[in-house]
């Protein structure tokens, strides 16, 4: 079985190796960070510390819910669970409209997702009218 550690050095991004690639997202963030703690006058760390990739289409549990579409729905009910929409169609700045079929947005590969996901459009539609429980909220994180 590949070790974590593997699987990154064998993983590529653009053809370059993904650890060139996350190497250089370093320095993005730390000059970033440096940018802003020098304009607002700060010092110390813009974000935080103990972050962790995932890889969105692993299974999370023994009913195999996937990382993938639990987080498209996390994302999508955000504006229903802070009352802002009556309707996850509703909110404006989301994909969900997208993806439900409902507008021709371009910002989303809709296909990748329902080929990695391995869900169809109804299925998505129906689940996401089901309120993702704590327990697989928590497992998100």
């Not at 510390?49 to 890889?55: D, R, S, V």
Request: glycine share 4%; hydrophobic share 35%; charged share 25%.
């Amino acid at each position: 079985m590949a070790t974590e550690q593997s699987v990154i050095e064998r993983a590529s991004f653009g053809g370059k190796p993904m650890q060139e690639f996350a190497y250089k997202v370093g320095i993005l963030l730390s000059s970033y960070s440096q940018a802003i703690n020098k304009q607002n006058k700060t010092t110390g760390s813009l974000f935080q510390q103990k972050t962790k990739a995932k890889i969105l289409v692993e299974r999370i549990d023994e009913k195999q819910e996937s990382y993938l579409i639990n987080c498209l729905h996390y994302i999508h009910r955000n504006p229903l669970k802070a009352d802002l929409v009556r309707e996850i169609k509703d909110w404006p700045y989301s994909s969900y409209p997208d993806y439900a079929g409902l507008r021709n947005g371009t910002l989303c590969n809709k296909e990748k997702f329902f080929k990695l996901s391995g869900i169809s459009t109804e299925d998505l539609i129906h689940s996401s009218l089901i309120d993702l429980d704590d327990a697989t909220i928590e497992k998100l994180y």
